[in-house]
């Protein structure tokens, strides 16, 4: 499994929360096993209380995307130590698949899985897949989604660092909502227009009587 994998479980906790909209997906047990995916080892050892645990990451690892989106990498970079710190990662070298014709091992990096419950499993992960990203692309490239009410976190992998968006479907909404306020705006100054040359027309016809 890639390194960079592991950055989606954080993008994936942040974003069970819409903070604008008042919005919580995050709410029972269950709620959280769903966020480990396939990983079903891991999720066998969610209980109730992880719940509480799991937002208390989350609002922490949305305070790095809002430093990094606002510009403030070094703060970004100062909270992201600080959950490495709390929640120390144990890589170990996996090959449980094989590749090639001669059927070698396809060695990577795996993060074991050794914390005393589910939620600091899920932190170590989630952290050192995001610092993994910070490094490897920068933390400009740390992001969250400019389509007003939302704001879920996204990591920007664009050749350009031109992402602004969660979705496509934010993308959408935010370029009709655009195209309506120019339209608008272009009624408005043709409707200024339109009584400027009236008002100009009265005027000349005052003046001429």
């Not at 992001?143 to 479907?169: F, H, I, K, M, W």
Request: hydrophobic content about 35%; overall charge neutral.
């Amino acid at each position: 499994m890639e390194l960079a994998h592991y950055s989606d479980y954080a993008v994936r906790l942040v974003n069970t929360e819409e903070p604008a909209r008042n919005k919580d997906a995050l709410t029972s047990a269950d709620d959280v096993r769903a966020l480990f995916g396939p990983s079903t080892q891991m999720a066998r050892r969610v209980t109730d209380t992880d719940v509480t645990r799991f937002r208390n990451v989350r609002g922490r690892l949305r305070a790095v995307f809002e430093a990094a989106d606002g510009g403030d990498h070094v703060l970004a970079v100062d909270l992201l130590n600080s959950l490495l710190m709390e929640f120390p990662v144990s890589p170990q070298v996996s090959g449980h698949d094989l590749v090639g014709p001669d059927g070698r091992p396809d060695w990577h990096i795996h993060l074991a899985d050794h914390p005393s419950n589910a939620s600091a499993g899920y932190a170590a992960i989630a952290s050192f897949g995001l610092a993994f990203h910070l490094t490897e692309h920068g933390p400009d490239r740390l992001g969250l989604c400019q389509a007003p009410p939302c704001r879920n976190a996204y990591l920007d992998t664009s050749t350009n660092r031109s992402r602004r968006y969660c979705s496509d479907r934010c993308a959408t909404r935010a370029n009709v909502a655009a195209y309506r306020a120019r339209k608008r705006l272009e009624a408005e100054e043709s409707a200024r227009s339109g009584r400027t040359a009236d008002s100009a027309h009265d005027s000349r016809a005052l003046s001429e009587l």
